[in-house]
């Protein structure tokens, strides 16, 4: 699956391990939260990055304890309705400050991803033809948001006392 | 139970109706499918019309000697049946039914032989796309 | 009223231009069907029955005369010349090609106007009591505060993709015109005892498939929290709604299944939250300069008297003129409901018509009520006379304002796909049965509200009387429920038994009138006898039994 970080396609540093399945050698491992919970001090004694999937439905406070130590979380679209995970993202980013890689995948749409942005996810899983230009461009249609998220962004009432 | 397929065009939302290879913009002049495997048939070549994105939702409904079963198939076919100089009703000089039978109307035991001091067709006024003209008067039966 | 600066400008712009690029790539076939289908619905655009439908946005109903002109101008460019006003103070057109609706967009964006979020699974349009600004009895306008939340709503990142449609309504004044309690979320303006005014906050209410009455989820919240408190309200829905079950996905279905404890505990916990960072402030200079756009006209030093009579104005002003807070000013509403007529229609000539009326009297303003009729909020009264007579000339003027002739009705099966049945008709021919006006003032004071299928845009759960379409077999029935009230004393309809068909419903329901007129006491209404004596005798007068003498 093609990943989009920081604007650009990165090659992909974490594998995603279904349950079950063993590890691979070399790769930071990406896991299910059931895995992360029942093998989480070996995982991380033997990763160096080690990273979570969490289904729509899995609220991200349980892995309170575990951020500070977790590379990257993944948060899933089942569906580009199903719209919990830009509060996942956001209580990740802003209650929790988590700063690792927040990334989104699964079936979304490009014009969910400036949404996305805003509210924590920096890395995303896109479709085999999507591109760069698409990506940019979703990211920069609207250019001042009206309301604060977890992005920091300068709204336009703060736009606007500055004036 | 015979059907016939509609969809509606994408780019301007026109309701379409199945005719041969294609799609005709009245019921009278659609094709009607005696039998599921014709139905399905044309069905399935709908479909390269809607992934060539001329059409959306196209869908096969129950007709009976050529008239809708359902009351949203023939309102569907003609137009709203409370502004008969709207839709499809209007633009065609013979009806867009088959058989012209129209939406029926709504009665009740009869009406109260009122003064109706406010006359909605007020004569300089339309609701018509022409823009003048007596408005119609909806199709209220007693 | 609020006034665009660069800001929000070029926020509409900016969405136009994503909306024109989205109906270049679902023309080009990059996107599909299924992925331009939500794309479209957060810009208001719906596939009907006959066409696509544009539904408008109309912030807590109020339009200026050039707004109203330029509705007039898409109605005749792109239309078949006419818009039909909703029961959420919007206005729909039914007849828009997808290719045009980018131009109309461009448009409606050059007076301020838009279709962001008028459908789709997002904060909707924010209504507000139609007598806002105007009523005597308000406590303060609630339209500021409408479009700080409406500000707040746009492009929420974070609740664009909520379980469900999102509805909230503001009013300021202890008697409720905006249906509050039938709302997701609603705020009234409060004053406590200290004399400081703050809002209540309702969660929970809801028409559709099972409607709900709300319930305080906050009972005073500060001026400076209310954002923040709302966003914790959104934030439980996002994370908790029903994902699972399209018809338990409104947060009427939660806030019943926590319960009002459990509810106000969880948003408590986010509201702790969001006002320790502070980023959802709203402090006191936002809050006036809001408040500035709100500022009411200069209202002059006038008599109070009300002029002398012409031609039916009496009967106009009984039911049509409402008090004004202002001496010698009044309130009139304009009624789309004319005998026989589509309830909630109005011609492109008539807006343009209501639209010099406006400029000529210096009216600045003119609401949509989401009983779907009109109102100049600002009215001098020694202007009432000639401006009734002048909406008499335009079909404007039907003296029938809160009567059993102002009936709301969704579109019903004439013009939208999710329909059962259709409601106009029905709502035409109970109109005509009861032209009589002095019938009609006899009868007083009834709601009657229609609609086409168990959605409810008609909003029949709150009707005094409301009538429900159904398919029975492919056959339109109409099931009758009586004693809803979408006022300050909220109530769900009561259904009456078996549906009746489109030959019998009319009747039914003069039947049911009949038995009010029977049975009332003292001033009493249709809604205060049924309230009082319950719906057995309705049910079996409507069913054709004789009223037993014993009530």
Known sequence: ??????????????????????????????????????????????????????????????????????????????????????????????????????RAAGDFLPDQLAFMARTGFDAFEVRQDFTLAQFHQAMTEITHPYQPSADGVKTIRELRAHK | MAQMLTANRLKDGTVLYWRGEGWA?????????????????????????????????????????????????????QGPSVREDLGKQASSSTSPLRGGRKSEGFSGGGKAGAQNPHPKNASHFSTSPQGGGQESEPDVSI | MYRYD???????????????????????????????????????????????????????????????RMLAHIARRYDKGYGHFTTRQNIQFNWPRLVDVPDILADLATVEMHAIQTSGNCIRNVTADHFAGAADDEIEDPRPIAEIIRQWSSLHPEFSFLPRKFKIAVSGSAHDRAALKFHDLAV??????????????????????????????GEFVAK?????????????????????????????????????????????????????????????AERARIDAYFAPPVFETLSDEMPADGEGFADWVKTNVSPHRAPGYAIATISLKPIGGVPGDATHEQMDALAALMDEYAIAEIRVSHEQNLVLPHVRKKDLPDIHARLMALGLATPNAGLVTDIIACPGLDYC????????????????????????????ELKIKISGCINACGHHHAGHIGILGVDKK??????????????????????????????????????????????????????????????????????????????
């Open chain 1, 1 to 102: 699956m093609p990943l989009i970080k920081e604007g650009k396609f990165i090659d992909d540093p974490f594998f995603f391990v279904p349950d079950g399945k063993a590890f691979p050698e070399e790769k930071g491992v990406i896991v299910t939260l059931a895995r992360f919970q029942g093998e989480k001090d070996n995982l991380f004694a033997h990763r160096a990055l080690v990273g979570v999937r969490l289904a729509s439905n899995e609220n991200p406070q349980v892995l309170k304890p575990d951020l500070p130590r977790l590379a990257a979380i993944v948060l899933e679209f089942p569906k580009f309705r199903d719209g919990r995970a830009f509060s996942w993202a956001r209580m990740l980013r802003t209650r929790f400050a988590y700063q690792g890689e927040i």
């Open chain 3, 6 to 68: 660069e800001f929000d400008a070029r926020f509409v712009a900016e969405r136009v231009a994503q909306f024109r690029s989205q109906v270049a790539r679902r023309l080009s076939g990059e996107l599909n069907e299924d992925q331009f289908k939500p794309l479209r619905l957060m810009n208001g655009l719906y596939l009907q029955l006959h066409a696509y439908m544009l539904r408008i946005a109309v912030p807590y109903g109020t339009l200026d005369a050039r707004q109203l």
């Open chain 3, 224 to 284: 400076q929290d209310i954002l923040a408190f709302l966003e914790s309200v959104m934030r439980v829905y996002n994370e908790q709604g029903r994902r699972d079950n399209l018809y338990k996905a409104r947060i009427k279905i939660l806030a019943n299944s926590l319960g009002p404890d459990e509810m106000r505990r969880q948003v408590m916990v986010e509201f702790d939250e969001i006002r320790k960072s502070g980023t959802l402030d709203l402090p006191a």
């Open chain 3, 417 to 444: 796909d999710l329909a059962n049945a259709r409601s106009i008709p029905v709502a035409q021919a109970i109109s005509e049965r009861f032209a009589d006006l002095a019938r009609q003032h006899d009868i007083g």
């Open chain 2, 25 to 77: 913009e009245t019921l009278a002049e659609g094709d009607v499918f005696a039998g599921q495997a014709d139905a399905d048939a044309a069905l399935a070549k709908a479909q390269a019309f809607v992934a060539g994105n001329d059409v959306v939702s196209p869908y096969l409904f129950d007709v009976r000697d050529g008239k809708p079963v359902k009351e949203r198939e023939i309102i569907r076919a």
């Open chain 3, 474 to 551: 492919g056959v339109e029935f109409y099931q009758l429920q009586l004693g809803g009230s979408g006022a300050q004393d909220a109530s769900i309809g009561e259904i009456l038994g078996p549906g009746f068909g489109k030959d019998e419903i009319v009747d039914a329901v003069e039947r049911v009138i009949g038995a009010y007129l029977e049975l009332r006491r003292g001033g009493e209404r249709f809604l205060d006898t049924y309230r009082r004596v319950g719906i057995v005798p309705f049910k079996n007068v409507a069913y054709g039994q004789e009223l037993h003498a014993a009530y």
């Open chain 3, 188 to 217: 009234e303006i409060v004053r406590n005892d200290a004399g400081e005014t703050g809002y209540r906050v309702l969660v929970g209410g809801g028409m559709g498939r099972t409607p709900y009455i709300g319930y305080v989820v």
